[in-house]
């Protein structure tokens, strides 16, 4: 489906992450999913964060998540690349919980699970017996919510309402990347967190083996929705410059596979299974002994 071209666009002028205003375009990324559009990535040589230039309004994105493969908003299992994923988030949606209780110290807290998608992690902490608070921006998404996993998701228009120091845990999975208001969300972010609260957000890293081996056909550059590309040196400085301190890394090893899958599919024209999975493999194997080379990486953030 292609868009229409008449739309309002933002430009950048300075770095959305830390302000600079010294970067440069390094490549351009193809829409895949949607609207087959090109898009200029740009990287800030101060904090090394990588942007997506001439981006959508957050008034006019929308028709960019608009696609049946667009799995987060639809929960579907059709094609052996979506089947992958469902498969992965039933293993995962256990050992998420187990991360946020173990970096809480919290059996059964409160938690805010931005961007919810269709809801299965907030159906798994529901579940365990935590208050949740879930926010999507996506109503076709909220209503997969309630008939697949019994949660009741809020808009995200909700989001600079909710009252301060209330969480135990918040998390964002693969969700900061996709945040027009970036600055904003972190300074609020950090109101929300009770004093010992801790702020989970995982996020697809650039500087990964297996952006390395695909470049410009890297399926977690998802162009035009994802705004920014992050580095681990970037998301460090992004959390320091709103007063929060970085505590710790984990890794998302499955990720490597599942990009791959996608980015092989998006540079051949069809998935080339043994090569993705090798190239996945290499990717995690590099990042053994430094998780920060992880395909994506969890980040652990608190006061």
Known sequence: MLLSVMKETIHYSQCPVCG???FQPVLNAKDYTVSAEEFSICECSVCTARFTQDIPTAAGIAPYYKSENYISHTNTSKG?????????????????????QQETGVTKGAIL??????GAFAG???NSGWAVTA????????KVAAESFGVTLQDTCEFYNLAAQQYDAITM???LEHVHDLQGYMAKLKTLLKEKGRLIIAVPNYTSGDAAVYGQ????YDVPRHLYHFSPVSMKGLVEKHGMKLLGYQPMWYDSFYVSLLSSKYKNGATRL?????????SNISALGDVKRCSSVIYIIGH
């Not at 926010?135 to 909220?142: F, G």
């Not at 056909?217 to 977690?220: K, L, P, T």
């Open 20 to 22: 600079a205003d010294s």
């Open 80 to 100: 052996l690349i979506n089947g992958l994923y469902q498969w992965v988030r039933k293993r995962t949606l256990k050992q998420k919980r187990r991360l946020v």
């Open 113 to 118: 699970d931005l961007g919810s998608g269709t």
């Open 124 to 126: 798994e902490m529901k």
């Open 135 to 142: 926010l999507e921006p996506d109503e076709d998404a909220r």
């Open 173 to 175: 999975w693969h969700v």
């Open 217 to 220: 056909y890297w399926a977690a």
């Open 274 to 282: 043994l090569g993705a999975f090798i190239n996945g493999l290499r």
